[in-house]
């Protein structure tokens, strides 16, 4: 790797990372020694890259720095041309929209020699199951998730039972064939998660929520950690 692409390649490492890297942690993942990490570093920082750290500790790239947003590689545009394909072929109308204008904006901008890469990729997403009919406005969804901001659904089991939901929305997953909605429930007093093509009606609600949709969300995401490993460590019955 040239010493370009590999100072590039460790702002990069350092911008996607939530918490402090070590050397060792960097040089494992470019392939090079702690020496170079080190050196690189210390080039990067007298460019007034705005990194924190020192050695032994980690580093971390202090927020409000960033790179030219085409500075992209090869294998940086088929991951986002392949996410925009399975996207474009089972989100909501909008997204899909917007996934497929994504690939134009990328074929319009990136260089020349990369322009194939984006017409011609060498990956696809496979064919999408049909996607269950749904009534529920998700752009309208997406936006409340991200102002915090309360749903009360009108909703409709697998044994056909309709139930009234004041929920705190803050994730919508994608699956193949449906989409899956999860908040929390205030008549459970805990996580819940409802399909979108279940849902009979929506009442968008002015009420925010306290916190903030992430917390949720790593709360969520930790729950389920416990449980995964819970299952993970009961003995067979």
């Known amino acids: 790797m040239r010493r370009a692409d590999r100072l ?7 911008r996607r990372s939530s918490k402090p890297l070590t050397a060792d942690a960097i040089a494992a993942e470019l392939e090079t020694s702690k020496r170079t990490i080190y050196r690189d570093i210390a080039t990067l920082m007298g460019q007034r890259v705005p990194i924190r750290g020192e050695a032994g500790l980690g580093y971390v790239l202090e927020g409000g720095f960033d790179l030219p947003p085409l500075m992209l590689t090869s294998d940086e545009i088929e991951a986002a041309v392949l996410g925009a394909q399975w996207v474009a072929g089972r989100a909501d109308p909008a997204l899909a929209r917007a996934a497929r204008d994504l690939v134009a904006k990328i074929a319009a901008t990136v260089p020349e020699r990369l322009r194939p890469v984006v017409l011609e990729p060498a990956v696809a997403s496979p064919p999408s199951w049909k996607v269950k009919p749904e009534t529920l406005d998700m752009p309208r969804v997406r936006a409340w998730i991200h102002s915090g901001r309360k ?4 909703y409709r089991d697998e044994q056909e039972r309709e139930t009234t939901r004041t929920i ?5 997953g994608y699956l193949d064939a449906t989409r899956l909605l999860v908040g929390w429930c205030e008549m459970r007093a805990d996580f819940r998660t409802f399909r979108t093509d ?14 903030r949709p992430a917390v949720l969300r790593a709360r969520w995401f930790a729950a389920r950690e416990a449980e995964m490993k819970a299952a993970r460590c009961e003995p067979p019955q």
């Open 151 to 154: 749903l009360t659904l009108q």
């Open 168 to 172: 705190w929305p803050f994730l919508v």
């Open 198 to 211: 279940r849902v009979v009606d929506a009442e968008f609600l002015e009420d925010r929520y306290p916190g």
């Open 8 to 14: 590039f390649q460790i702002i990069q490492v350092l």
